[in-house]
């Protein structure tokens, strides 16, 4: 069987990951890439048994003719959304056989779609202004062209939306793979409005077994438990998700966009918008501190806790847009090595993307991205642009007593330069605070900023608040506390409340150094 993707589509054709698989083929060469392909309409406990028969028939193709020690008898994967979903499967089902060295899973929709749910709901709603961000990630956009739908005032568009939908159930309502996307928590709502038990007995036999064997905590061959299996052989199995980005379908989940991130990893995630209060303990001791810096992440109860990474801002499919994602992927595909996500030095478990859309990233400069101790003096801000410069122009602590006095400066692409800052870090731990930055650039949309999330690591646990366990994700912005909540409430409503916020820090900063000119 000739199997050689180069070979047979040179144009790519029935290659949706093309980018990657170049950067595969460049390492390993043509001859030892492959791809498997399945009707995406099966279920993926079809597919699995048939990626069962292929991996068996690449082993044998590539051994065909070798010598003795140039055969092989594992393959690496790398599987990507729906392909995710069929891979986890396979692993879990047949993962025990140890015919797998590495396999990757790319925002893989383990646990379903929110996506499917919302359509097969007829509850989709088109977020436009997630969807233009999400454009603008793949693209690499530095323009903020989002802001023009900032007031999400194109409800024609979800007009639109609204007549197009019924007419995709009624050509979806039978395939086997959209009823595996559903959610558990939303299965058997779903089955019981648009399946006839009689007429579509074998369908659901099939998807009751998916979703309570495979895709529940409580199944027998769960995910969680047939990874394991797969890793106590030998078999390294890894997970990268995107967090903190709301469904372009309108759902109100934590998501990659697509998938949400509790279907994707197994953790455990606070409602969109909102985070885990200030001193919450993780479900599950690991042994190590696996809440994310924002609070809305518990990595504790994933399928994979050591094995999983979280990129907030990561956009579904958009692994080579991103450098950390990228480089990772395939330092974990390609390496004879078994990483977690405790040893793997430049990897840290939970990462802001340094996509060049987003403009800018910042971290402390002595703790691991994300958190911060009494050992940090400064902050480090890097320019994520492959073309830009930009000017940073201010820097402010919400939630945290630092100040950080400087005059604007200006990095080159690729660029980073420590900020000090000035102020006592609390004898506390599992605080969460922001950093806001305030930038100018060389673009159409030439002012932006960036908030980022940070968690105090600095001493006892801060105390809990059992009665609240969730609060509000985003504190207030500086614009806020100085025009109030119905003021700002206008602004929101006109689709101009970021940018106003954005500016006001940018004057702010100048009337500061034009008073420290006339102090002098």
Not at 131 to 151: P, R, T
Request: glycine share 8%.
């Amino acid at each position: 069987m000739e199997a050689n993707i180069q070979k047979n589509y040179p144009g790519g054709e029935h290659n949706e990951e093309t980018e990657m698989m170049e950067i595969v083929s460049s390492e390993i060469g043509d001859e030892n890439v492959y791809l498997f392909t399945c009707d995406f309409r099966k279920g993926p406990v079809e597919i699995a048994g048939r990626m069962r028969a292929y991996i068996d028939d690449v082993i044998a193709h590539h051994n065909k003719d070798k010598a003795e020690k140039d055969k092989v008898d594992k393959v690496n994967l790398i599987a990507v959304s729906h392909g995710g979903q069929t891979t986890g499967t396979y692993l879990t089902l047949y993962g025990y056989e140890g015919k797998v060295n590495n396999a990757v899973l790319t925002v893989p929709a383990l646990g379903g779609a929110s996506l499917a749910y919302d359509l097969m709901s007829n509850q989709g709603k088109l977020d436009e202004y997630g969807l233009i961000q999400y454009i603008e990630h793949g693209m690499k956009w530095e323009e903020d062209y989002h802001v023009l739908v900032e007031a999400e005032q194109l409800g024609f568009v979800d007009a639109l939306v609204g007549e197009l939908v019924p007419q995709i159930i009624d050509v979806v309502r039978y395939w086997q793979s959209l009823w595996d996307f559903i959610p558990v928590e939303h299965y058997e709502e779903l089955k019981a409005e648009l399946l006839d038990p009689v007429e579509c007995a074998e369908l659901i036999e099939r998807s009751d077994y998916m979703h309570y064997e495979i895709m529940s905590p409580q199944g027998e061959n769960y995910f969680g438990k047939g990874f394991k299996k797969a890793q106590d052989i030998g078999t390294n199995i890894y997970i990268m998700a995107g967090y903190n980005v709301k469904s372009v379908s309108g759902g109100e989940v934590t998501s990659d966009a697509i998938i949400p991130t509790a279907s994707a990893t197994g953790a455990t995630v606070a409602p969109f918008g909102q985070r885990f209060n200030d001193g919450y303990k993780q479900k599950f001791d690991t042994g190590y501190y696996q809440v994310s810096p924002c609070m809305t992440i518990d990595a504790s109860t994933s399928y994979i806790p050591h094995h999983t990474w979280f990129v907030e801002n990561y956009y579904h499919g958009m692994t080579t847009s991103d450098p950390f994602s990228k480089e990772l992927l395939f330092t974990l595909l390609l390496s004879d090595k078994s990483y977690d996500v405790h040893t793997m030095q430049g990897y840290p478990q939970f990462h802001e993307t340094t996509n060049p859309s987003h403009g800018v990233h910042a971290m402390f400069s002595d703790s691991q991205e994300g958190y911060l101790s009494s050992k940090d003096k400064a902050l480090v801000v890097t320019n994520c642009s492959a073309i830009n410069d930009i000017t940073v122009m201010s820097i402010n602590a919400r939630g945290l007593d630092i100040d950080f006095s400087f005059e604007p400066f200006t990095l080159k692409p690729g660029e980073s330069k420590e900020v000090a800052f000035i102020g006592e870090i609390p004898q506390v731990s599992a605080k969460n605070f922001e950093i806001n930055i305030s930038f100018m650039n060389k673009t159409i949309t030439p002012v932006s900023d960036r908030t980022f999330d940070f968690t105090i690591i600095n001493g006892p646990s801060a105390e809990y608040d059992a009665s609240k366990p969730y609060v509000k994700a985003d504190m207030p912005k500086e614009l806020d506390e100085v025009i109030g909540e119905k003021a700002s409430a206008v602004l929101k409503k006109l689709g101009i409340r970021n940018t106003a916020a954005t500016v006001y820090n940018i004057v702010i900063k100048v009337f500061q150094l034009i008073k420290n000119l006339f102090v002098k």
